[in-house]
């Protein structure tokens, strides 16, 4: 039974750390676009580990949502990050220029 206890332990482990592993990659990735000031608003994650249906192949992905922004024009947005933290699909598509620009216009008023 001990060893038995043991086992399952050990298996639980290494799913929570291959778990965080992966949300750390994710998280980087996203962060990437959105940066550390969240110019996009609440931020809204879900693991969609039984594939995603809009893309090809059908991957494994993390969903990052965004609602009540500062960025101008981008009410909503949503960053798509495989398991492995690339950026597979963003939307709005030029999500990562609107922030950057954006990002300039407040440098020049402050």
Not at 2 to 23: C, H, I, M, N, R
Not at 67 to 75: D, E, I, L, S
Request: no cysteine.
């Amino acid at each position: 039974m001990g060893k038995l206890f043991k086992f399952l332990f050990l298996v639980a482990l290494v799913a929570a750390l291959a778990g965080g592993g992966s949300y750390a990659a994710a998280y980087f990735a996203q962060g990437k676009i959105t940066g550390v000031d969240d110019p996009l608003g609440a931020r809204r994650v879900r693991l969609v580990y039984r594939g995603y249906d809009s893309l090809p192949g059908k991957p494994r992905v993390w969903i990052f949502t965004f609602a009540g922004g500062k960025v101008p024009g981008v009410r909503t947005s949503t960053i798509i990050v495989s398991l492995g933290g690339k950026v597979l699909f963003t939307k709005p598509a030029d999500l990562h220029d609107r922030v950057d620009h954006w990002r300039e216009t407040q440098q020049t008023v402050e």
